[in-house]
């Protein structure tokens, strides 16, 4: 039940950009984005509910495509402070079930 | 400060010794869960209770136990650790269903020897 998310882990330069992705074999209602950095519990970064909208704020973003049952997260120019392991997680019933995790490491 | 606490934050115990790690919010949330997180799998749900005596198992609840008494407090308990429920727990809260936000408390990590 767990949702699949891609890439496992991705290495970017200071100032690139990069993709996360999260896909789902159950419907969705809703999609949430997590961030953890090492040593640390999860924060809250965005929930997309059903209706496709893109939700964002600074320069990391999200869309939630419903039919296609996906969500990517969208990291733009990215900053050191992004570095850590980004987790999608996706509600079934009142279960939330949360992917494995996507290492993300932001080099100078 | 609106927060989710759990104790203790580090513990080691032997096979069998049963033990309970406690979490609480002062937030007057009506969701509660708990995840354990182990490498390579990701979080993964154990138990979750969305508000006073209603509770249902996650993903994996086998081996645990869990009691939602009153608002604020839902800890999590071992009747019988075994050494494969080593691992790093975390409790989070919700204000309502689960299409809000999750606030995690800092983790307890488990070893049982």
Known sequence: QQPVQSPQAVILREGEDAVINCSSSKALYSVHWYRQKHGEAPVFLMILLKGGEQKGHDKISASFNEKKQQSSLYLTASQLSYSGTYFCGTESGYALNFGKGTSLLVTP | ?113
């Not at chain 2, 979750?48 to 198992?57: A, P, Q, R, W």
Request: charged fraction near 20%.
């Open chain 2, 1 to 113: 400060e609106a927060q989710v606490t759990q104790n203790p934050r580090y513990l080691i115990t032997v096979t069998g010794k049963k033990l309970t790690v406690t979490c609480s919010q002062n937030m007057n949330h009506e969701y509660m869960s708990w995840y354990r997180q182990d490498p390579g799998l990701g979080l993964r749900q154990i138990y979750y209770s969305m508000n006073v005596e209603v509770t249902d198992k996650g993903d994996v609840p086998e081996g645990y136990k869990v009691s939602r008494k009153e608002k604020r407090n839902f800890p999590l308990i071992l009747e019988s650790p075994s050494p494969n429920q080593t691992s790093l727990y975390f409790c989070a809260s919700s204000p309502t269903r689960l299409a809000d936000t999750q606030y995690f408390g800092p983790g307890t990590r488990l070893t049982v020897l």
